[in-house]
């Protein structure tokens, strides 16, 4: 089983609409984190939560928010979806209690179309 | 300046070579140092961890790092086709701020 999972993997939306990300994971770690990659500029971090009471914005958080309802769920929601948010996006965690650093396991991804 | 660099490539090596991919970065706080492998419309996969200077290594793979030079790198020995997706370099401070690379697309052809 998948230790990251998000849903859905792929979905086409118009402008306008309002769209949620879904990612749940089962490694129990407590940082949660939402990037978007775009051909050519590598992962932009979104948002990142180090726990359920705890939300921070990333570099391109504009356009987006999310929640943190348990620490095993983090959704990405777009509250009125442009084009120029099409992308792929991927949900990560990390557990600095473990390892030496601060890796992050990534899901399978997200493919968002906005037309 | 972006603040990790990498050559985006497309770097190509035949079967058997040793392919060397490289990053440099700017923030002299950078503390940990990443290397994620990623196939085409897949996620990043994690292959190698960095965090003192010097050489690292793991099977195939070896990491290094000069953190006075501000460059850290990845050599792929005995390189096969299978290893050919692209290579995102990240790196951290500590303070939760881990920032990627654009990655360098690696061929390997046989």
């Known amino acids: 089983d998948a230790d990251v999972t998000q849903t859905p993997r792929n979905r086409i939306t118009k402008t306008g609409k309002r769209i949620m990300l879904e990612c749940s994971q089962t490694?129990?770690?407590?940082?949660m984190y939402w990037y978007r990659q775009d051909p050519g500029l590598g992962l932009q971090l979104i948002y990142y939560?180090?726990?359920?009471?705890?939300?921070n914005k990333g570099e391109i958080s504009d356009g987006y928010s999310v929640s943190r309802q348990a620490q095993a769920k983090f959704s990405l929601s777009l509250e009125s979806a442009i084009p120029n948010q099409t992308a792929l996006y991927f949900c990560?965690?990390?557990?600095?209690?473990?390892?030496?650093?601060?890796?992050?396991?990534f899901g399978p991804g997200t493919r968002l179309t906005v037309l | 300046q972006k603040e990790v660099e990498q050559n985006s490539g497309p770097l190509s090596v035949p079967e058997g070579a040793i392919a060397s991919l490289n990053c440099t970065y700017s923030?002299?706080?950078?503390?940990?140092f990443f290397w994620y492998r990623q196939y085409s419309g897949k996620s990043p996969e994690l292959i190698m961890s960095?965090?003192?200077?010097g050489d690292k290594e793991d099977g195939r793979f070896t990491a290094q790092l000069n953190k006075a030079s501000q460059y850290v790198s990845l050599l792929i020995r005995d390189s096969q086709p299978s290893d050919s997706a692209t290579y995102l370099c990240?790196?951290?401070?500590?303070?939760?701020?881990?920032?990627f690379g654009a990655g360098t697309r690696l061929t390997v052809k046989p």
């Open positions: 990560a965690t990390s557990d600095p209690g473990q390892g030496e650093g601060n890796e992050q396991f």
């Open positions: 939560s180090f726990d359920v009471k705890d939300i």
């Open positions: 490694k129990g770690h407590d940082r």
């Open positions: 990240a790196l951290s401070s500590g303070n939760n701020d881990m920032r």
């Open positions: 923030d002299r706080g950078s503390q940990s």
């Open positions: 960095i965090y003192s200077n």
